[in-house]
């Protein structure tokens, strides 16, 4: 997985010209702004690229300074913003309105602070004409339209995607790609009606591609009744992250793979992070609690990320087949997996190797597994130490 993601990452990475973020004031943005008119709203005005940019919308009421509400800026979390629009309506005709404009930007900044922090922000205030009294003006558009680029696991979702189908096609590529564990476990084991429960953190981007393409390529066979994704919290603090109620779930039963696909970029995008733990148990039991009826419960986890919400393990009555993604001999595999594995009666599943019966392991027994050694003990499973 190291290999996978820090190719993408560096390539895209080596593609972004790296601008020094210069803070900026009110004065300096009011006097900087581009105005212009036009007719009335347009989504997505200069946003011509939509696969690299997305749009937030915050509304203001006409002839009001206070943003509606400020749940959007959630959305916006740590990413680059792009561009700030904001559109009001040329009603009355000929009352100045810089006072109640410079308000409302004054609001802005109070609760998404980030808008001042990069002198490259674009902004744009758009005064809107096609009103000629209050009902047409209250019709229209008011408030800030935020255009902002997704961050890095959107941006390497999509590159995934789009290398693993120029594969499947014969294509030439030249990437460093080697993990294919998650299509690869699939493909050997004739698992039907599962569960799958997917750590869609940025990292985990390859594997998001790996699933949603060979989704498409198996749709006719109809082997995965309920999807869940998770991201430890969406945009929540770490200090607020309580076990078994971080959140950041997305469910989802469809056999189309491109509504599947949308669902997985909102939960990418809803996701900022945080301290490298994730919420996997969590997301476990919300899927079975809402599939009751899959045979399999199948959970793609993060080799690298510690499991947040290891006290909900004695919950899980049902086998958690695990495919773990980034393993390798220089990582050898994370013993909380294994753990989880062996306590509800599931299994562990690599690229080349499925690991079953780990429930009959006792205590001082042990396996080997890709050169490294783990032994069963008190607390459970612990890597030997290699001398």
Known sequence: MKTIFCTLFFTLISSISVLTAQSVSIQDVWRSIDRQDVDQYQANRHSSDTSRH???TLYVDFGSRYLQSVEARNLINEQ????VDLYYSAYPRGLNHDVLNRGRIEELSKALPQVLDDANIKWRLYRQTACRNAREARQLFHGFVITVEPHAGITLLQEAMSYFEKIETGESVDT??????VSDVFDRNDWVNMLVVTDLTGSMSPYA???????KLNAIEDRIKQYVFFNDGNTLPDDRKE???TGGLYE??????SVIESLALRCMRSGHGGDGQENDLEAVLHGVSICEDCEHLILIADNFSPVRDMALLEQIKKPVKIILCGVSE??????????IARSTGGSIHLMEQDLYNLIELNEGESIKIGGRTYIVDKDGFREERRI
Request: aromatic fraction near 16%; glycine fraction near 6%; charge should be negative.
């Open 54 to 56: 997305f749009q937030i």
């Open 80 to 83: 680059k913003i792009v561009s």
């Open 176 to 181: 460093q790609f080697t993990d294919f564990v």
């Open 209 to 215: 591609a790996q699933l949603i393409l060979w989704l």
């Open 243 to 245: 076990i078994g109620h």
């Open 252 to 257: 989802i039963r469809s056999k189309d793979y």
């Open 330 to 339: 220089e990582t050898g595999i994370n013993v909380e997996y294994l753990n």
